[in-house]
């Protein structure tokens, strides 16, 4: 069984920087595409970023082009997301979510993927 968890979280000042993680246990060689979702309160799950292993690519949300950074460590089976520059409006509890497949037009689709954790709380406020 597939199991994430992420840390990393807190409570950080406008235009500052978190570095977020997701451990992933069980079958983690199996999966297509890792990748970092967020949800606020009243507010549908975004997409972040994604790193897909079928094509080797990272995808971002135009929002946090240039800000954000998804990397991965795979002798640790870890997972980064580094956010830079952060705004009050990207507070959110962040998720960690992993897929058994593979389509690049559905990577920002939150019922596409398979596996997600508890999520990891990140405010943005002074």
């Known amino acids: 069984q597939l199991h994430l968890v992420e840390s990393g979280g807190g409570l950080v000042q406008p235009g500052g920087s978190l570095r977020l993680s997701c451990a992933a246990s069980?079958?983690?060689?199996?999966?297509?595409?890792i990748a970092w979702f967020r949800q606020a309160p009243g507010k549908e799950r975004e997409a972040v970023s994604c790193?897909?292993?079928?094509?080797?690519?990272?995808y971002y949300a135009d929002s946090v082009k240039g800000r954000f950074a998804i990397s991965r460590d795979n002798d640790k089976h870890t997972v980064y997301l580094q956010m830079n520059s952060l705004k009050p409006e990207e507070t959110a509890v962040y998720y960690c979510?992993?897929?058994?497949?593979?389509?690049?037009?559905?990577?920002?689709?939150?019922?596409?993927?398979?596996?997600w954790g508890q999520g990891t709380q990140v405010t943005v406020s002074t």
């Open positions: 069980g079958f983690t060689l199996n999966y297509y595409a």
């Open positions: 979510e992993e897929a058994l497949k593979w389509s690049s037009s559905a990577w920002s689709s939150a019922p596409w993927y398979d596996c």
């Open positions: 790193f897909s292993t079928s094509d080797g690519m990272t």
